[in-house]
Every structure is written in C-alpha cells, then in structure tokens.
C-alpha cells in the first residue's frame, strides 16, 4: 500500500481517503508492536520477522502516526520507560482464527534492543505438532495452571490443525502513568471454569 500511495502521489493524483486510513491505521499498529530489536512482538501467529523490512516500511511510512502508550482497538498495550519496552497481549484470542494464542496478559520485553522475555512464536516449519504447541498458554510469558490453557480449541478438532479457540469471557486491563513510571494491571477468567480462580497481573516499569 505503501508504494500505491508514492505512485498516486509521483502522477500528482490525491490518494484515496480509504488507502490513507487503512496505511495510518496498519503503521500504527505495527509501531505498537515493535519492540526495541526492531523485529515484532510474537502472539497468534507471528514468529520471527525480518527487522531489516520493519526497518524500511518505518523509513517510507508517515511519521504522523506514533506508538501510543495505551491499550490500542486491537488489545496490544505498549509499555515504555527508558531503554525498556513492553508489549501485552490484553485481549481473548480471535475467536475465529486458526492462529491465535491462549496468550492472555502474556507479555514480550526488550531493554536497550535486546530480548529479555520472549514468547516461542510461531513456527517456520508446517507441523501442526509444533503449532499446537506454539498456541499453548505454556508458550507464552503468562500463568499457566496445570498444565492447562487459559483458552480452549474447538473440542472437535483438538490443538492440531487450524481449530479456533474459546477464551476468557472476559480480559480486562488499564494502563496509567504515575510519578515518572507507566503501570498495566489486568486480569482474565479463563481459569474460573476449570479452577475457580481469577488471573490477575501488574506490570510496573
């Protein structure tokens, strides 16, 4: 979309309004999920990404639209202070999609570019072994209780191949800045159901 709008724009033609939004709007969401090795955070369905094509979409995409600190539509919150930057995954997972993760409140850090705490990805190779094992909760940075998920496939289709997930009934979080720091608490009831017990995170930088 990048290189339509540069061609709209070298034959002196105005961009479409809809093209303008749907790069504002995708720019966005890719500089909230940056972390500070340049690549991506991994949740549903991201694995390791080429930080030298993140690079170039940065050095030709408009600099209007900035990382915010904040819990954006998608449900990533972005957390930064100093050298340090956090990415929190605080929504269920897509219902509908064969990629998504029992990843609630799971969270990805990097301080002064490198990784600190990293969630598995997704894998390069099609196994679906290997992929039902990346959506597990037990591969993300978040609590895991007995060996269980806090979000379930589709019974008919167990973790392999490309079952959707039913997740938490609900994901709540919030992000406030105070003397000089930025604080994420949130918590989820996958865990209600099966263990009678409620996840609760705070994440302080």
Not at 152 to 180: C, H, I, K, M, N
Not at 185 to 205: Q, S
Request: overall charge neutral.
């Amino acid at each position: 979309m990048l290189p339509l709008r540069a061609c709209y724009i070298a034959s002196g033609v105005p961009p479409p309004a809809p093209l303008l939004q749907s790069i504002t709007s995708m720019i966005a969401f890719l500089r909230n999920v940056r972390l500070g090795d340049g690549s991506l955070a991994r949740f549903h369905g991201t694995g390791r990404v080429d930080a030298d094509l993140i690079a170039t979409l940065e050095s030709i995409a408009p600099r209007k639209t900035e990382a915010q600190l904040d819990i954006g539509p998608t449900g990533f919150a972005r957390l930064e202070r100093g050298a340090a930057i956090l990415v929190v995954d605080c929504a269920p997972p897509a219902p509908a999609c064969g990629t998504s993760t029992a990843a609630s409140l799971a969270f990805e850090m990097t301080i002064d570019g490198a990784r600190l705490v990293s969630n598995a990805g997704w894998p390069r190779r099609d196994d679906p072994a290997l992929r039902a094992m990346a959506r597990a909760t037990s591969s993300h940075s978040t609590l895991t209780l007995a060996a269980s998920s806090s979000s379930e496939p589709d019974r008919r289709l167990g973790w392999t191949g490309a079952s959707p997930l039913s997740g938490p009934a609900f994901v709540r979080a919030l992000v406030v800045e105070q003397d000089g720091g930025v604080e994420l608490t949130g918590e989820h009831d996958g865990y209600v159901a099966r263990h009678g017990l409620l996840h609760k995170r705070r994440l302080l930088l």
